[in-house]
C-alpha cells in the first residue's frame, strides 16, 4: 500500500483544471472510482477560477491542462504556481511539446502527462506518487537546511560557530584591506565556569551559556556577528572600525552587561566575571588566525592582571614581543621623519589633448638605510595608528606647496598644481583650515595652486564635523577631489553635497576597461557624471598607451600613471617636464577648475 493513502483517513482534496468538458468528466470519473469517498474534487474551467479556488482553501494536489480559455502553456503553470508555491502540479494536457515539458518540469511541476499517452486510470496512481515526492522533497528540504544550520551553528546558544566566524572574519578582512577599513575582534572568556559547571552542573554550566550568549547578542550592534567556540569562549567581530578606541568601546560596554548577576535556576543568582582581550587589523595583524591569536593573548593579559588584583589593562592584542616590535616601528618611523628619512615624489598629470603637464600628485616615501625603499600602504597604517600622519602631513603639505611655487616660478602662467593626499586623521585635527593656511602663507603658495586629495571613506565616515573642514579648506581656495572614486560608498548625491571640485576614477576601473565590458562602462559613466555636475576628473594608473587612448575616447583626458611617468623625486623631474612641457601663458589649454 503507497504510504499516501497509509497517511490519510482523511480527505484527498484535487484541483482539476480543465476546460473541455469531456475530459473533465473522464478525469472525475476515474478519480472517483479510485478514491471513492476520501475524494474532494474541485473543478475549475479557467485559470482565474482556478487562482480563486486555491486561495480559498487547502488543495493536495493540482491537475491542469495548459491550454486554457484565459492563459496556455508556461503561463498557466506560472499563475498556478503563483497561488499555489508548495503544492504538487501535475501537467495534463492535450497538446504537450517534449521544450515545454522540460521547462514546465525545471520550474515545478511534477509531473507532465500527455493525455494520448495516459489513459485516465492511471491518473489515481500519478497523483498520489506526486503529493509523496512533493512531501519527500518538502522534508528533505528541511533536513538540509536544518543540517546547514547545525553545521555553522552552536545548538546550545544558537550563536554562529568557529567555521562560520571565521567565514565572516575572512571576508571582512578582504573588505578591510580593499577599502582600507579596519576589521576589530573581541574574544570573551567566563572567568571560574568550569567550576560552576563541575559544582553545579552542566544543566546550570548551559543556561549560564545561553544567557551570556543573550547579553553578547543584546549588546553588540546587529552587524557585528557574535560566535562561540566552544566552551566558554565567546568571540564578536566588529567588522569596520576606526580606530583602537571603537573596539575599546565595545569590550568595556560586553564588561558592563556581564555585570548584572544571572539567573541560574533555584533562587541562585550568579555574578560571573569575564575577561575580555582586543584585537584590530591591519595593527595586530592580517589574517584570522593571527588576528584571534592577538586577541586571545590580550584576553590572557587581562586575566592575570585581574589575577593579580591589578585594574584591567588596556588589554590590546599584541603579544608581548609584537608590542615591542610594533612600538621599535612607532619609533623608527618617528626618527625617520627626525632624520628626514621621509622624502616627497611627483607624479605627473597631463593633458592628453594638448600633451601638457597639468599638475603632479605628491606622494610620500620612505628611504629606511636598512629596508631601502619602503612603500607607503606598509607605513600610513602605523602612521595614522599612533598620530605620526598629523606631523608627516605637514611635511607632505609644506614640500608639495613649496614644489608648487617653483613650478610656478620655472613655467610662468602654466597654472600647475600639486596633488597631496589627506588621511581621515589629518581631517579630524581640530583647526585644520589653519594649518592649510598657515603652510600657504609660509610656503608662498597660492591657494588655486593645491589639490587635496581624500578618499570618499574618509569624508564619510568620519561626519559632518569633517565637512565642515572640508568646506573652511575650499574657502581658503584650495581645491578638493576625491581619490580613488567609484570603489567607496559615496553616493550620487553625497558628490552634489560635499564641496568636492572633482573626482579620480580609481585605476582598478583603468587597469581592466580594456578588457572588461562593465568597466569600461563604468569609467564611462563616471566622465558623464563629472561632466553633468560640472566637475573635474582624472583617470590614475594609467599603464599603456591604448589605455590612454581609450580613456581619451570617453572624454577622459586628464591622466597619471605609469605610461606618464611614475612619482620621481623632485630634483628628477626635468625630463618630465620635457616631454610634457607646461602650458605657457599664451597657448594655455588648462580649463580653470569649476567655480562652485
Ligand atoms: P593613491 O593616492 O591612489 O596614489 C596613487 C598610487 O598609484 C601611488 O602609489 C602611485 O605610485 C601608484 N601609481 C601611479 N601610477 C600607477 C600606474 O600606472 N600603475 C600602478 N599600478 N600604480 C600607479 P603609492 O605611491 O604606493 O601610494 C599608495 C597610497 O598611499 C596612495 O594612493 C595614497 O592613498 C597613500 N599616500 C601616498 N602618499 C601619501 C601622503 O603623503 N599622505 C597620505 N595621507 N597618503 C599618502
Ligand atoms: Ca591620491
Ligand atoms: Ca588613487
Known amino acids: ?349 597631463v593633458d592628453v589633448v594638448s600633451q601638457q603637464i597639468v599638475g603632479l600628485e605628491a606622494l610620500l616615501r620612505w628611504h629606511d638605510p636598512d629596508q631601502g625603499m619602503v612603500a607607503p600602504s606598509s607605513f600610513l597604517p602605523l602612521a595614522e595608528d599612533t598620530g605620526l600622519i598629523v606631523p608627516i602631513g605637514d611635511l607632505v603639505l609644506r614640500e608639495a606647496c613649496a614644489a608648487a611655487v617653483s613650478w610656478r616660478r620655472d613655467h610662468p602662467g602654466s597654472g600647475l598644481r600639486v596633488g597631496v593626499n589627506l588621511s581621515a586623521v589629518q581631517l579630524r585635527e581640530k583647526a585644520f583650515e589653519q594649518r592649510v593656511k598657515r603652510i600657504l602663507s609660509e610656503t608662498g603658495c597660492p591657494a588655486d595652486a593645491l589639490v587635496l586629495e581624500l578618499t570618499e571613506s574618509s569624508t564619510l565616515y568620519e561626519g559632518d564635523q569633517a565637512l565642515d573642514t572640508l568646506r573652511a579648506v575650499r574657502g581658503l581656495g584650495v581645491q578638493l577631489m576625491v581619490d580613488d572614486f567609484g570603489v567607496g560608498f559615496a553616493s550620487l548625491s553625497f558628490l552634489r553635497e560635499a564641496p568636492l571640485d572633482g573626482f579620480k576614477i580609481d585605476r582598478r576601473f583603468v587597469a581592466r576597461m580594456l578588457t572588461d565590458d562593465r568597466d569600461e562602462a563604468i569609467v564611462s559613466s563616471l566622465v558623464s557624471l563629472a561632466r553633468g555636475l560640472g566637475l573635474h576628473v582624472i583617470a590614475e594608473g594609467v599603464e599603456t598607451a591604448d589605455q590612454s587612448r581609450r580613456l581619451s575616447a570617453l572624454q577622459c583626458t586628464e591622466q597619471q600613471g605609469h605610461f606618464f611617468s611614475p612619482a620621481v623625486p623632485l630634483g628628477a623631474l626635468a625630463p618630465v617636464f620635457r616631454a610634457h612641457p607646461p602650458a605657457p601663458p599664451s597657448t594655455r589649454r588648462l580649463r580653470a577648475l569649476p567655480a562652485r
Open 1 to 349: 500500500m503507497l504510504p499516501a493513502e497509509a497517511r490519510a483517513e482523511g480527505i484527498l482534496r484535487i484541483l482539476l483544471v480543465e476546460n473541455d468538458e469531456g475530459d473533465a468528466a473522464r478525469a472525475a470519473a476515474a478519480l472517483g472510482d479510485a478514491f471513492g469517498t476520501r475524494l474532494a474534487l474541485l473543478h475549475a474551467g479557467t485559470l482565474a477560477h482556478a487562482i480563486r479556488l486555491l486561495m480559498e482553501g487547502p488543495v493536495d494536489v493540482v491537475l491542469v491542462e495548459l491550454d486554457l480559455p484565459d492563459a496556455s502553456g508556461l503561463a498557466t503553470l506560472a499563475g498556478i504556481r503563483g497561488a499555489a508555491p508548495s503544492i504538487p502540479i501535475v501537467l495534463y494536457s492535450r497538446a504537450l511539446e517534449e521544450s515545454v515539458a522540460v521547462r514546465a518540469l525545471r520550474v515545478g511541476a511534477q509531473e507532465c502527462l500527455q493525455k494520448s499517452a495516459t489513459p485516465v486510470e492511471q491518473l489515481p496512481r500519478l497523483l498520489r506518487f506526486a503529493i509523496e515526492r512533493q512531501r519527500h522533497l518538502a522534508a528533505l528540504d528541511a533536513a538540509r537546511m536544518a543540517a546547514a544550520h547545525r553545521a555553522t551553528h552552536d545548538p546550545l546558544t544558537g550563536l554562529a560557530n568557529r567555521g562560520l566566524f571565521l567565514d565572516h572574519l575572512d571576508r571582512a578582512l578582504a573588505f578591510g584591506a580593499r577599502y582600507g577599513r579596519k576589521t576589530g575582534l573581541l574574544f570573551v572568556d567566563l572567568d571560574g565556569f568550569k567550576l560552576i559547571n563541575d559544582s553545579l552542573g552542566h544543566a546550570v554550566g548551559d543556561r549560564l551559556l545561553v544567557e551570556v550568549a543573550q547579553r553578547l547578542l543584546s549588546t553588540v550592534r546587529r552587524s557585528d556577528a557574535v560566535a562561540r567556540l566552544g566552551g566558554d569562549e565567546f568571540v564578536v567581530l566588529l567588522p569596520d572600525v576606526n580606530s583602537r578606541l571603537d573596539v575599546a568601546h565595545v569590550r568595556d560596554m560586553i564588561l558592563a552587561c556581564l555585570q548584572e548577576p544571572i539567573d541560574l535556576g533555584d533562587d541562585r543568582r550568579e555574578r560571573i566575571a569575564a575577561s575580555v582581550g582586543g584585537a584590530m587589523s591591519p595593527l595586530d595583524g592580517t589574517t584570522a588566525q593571527e588576528l584571534l591569536d592577538a586577541a586571545d593573548v590580550a584576553m590572557y593579559r587581562d586575566k592575570y592582571a585581574r589575577r593579580r588584583g591589578r585594574m584591567p589593562t588596556p588589554a590590546f592584542g599584541l603579544r608581548v614581543q609584537d608590542e615591542t616590535i610594533a612600538h621599535q616601528r612607532e619609533l623608527r618611523l618617528r626618527a625617520a621623519l627626525d632624520a628626514g628619512e621621509l622624502a616627497v615624489h611627483y607624479q605627473p598629470q
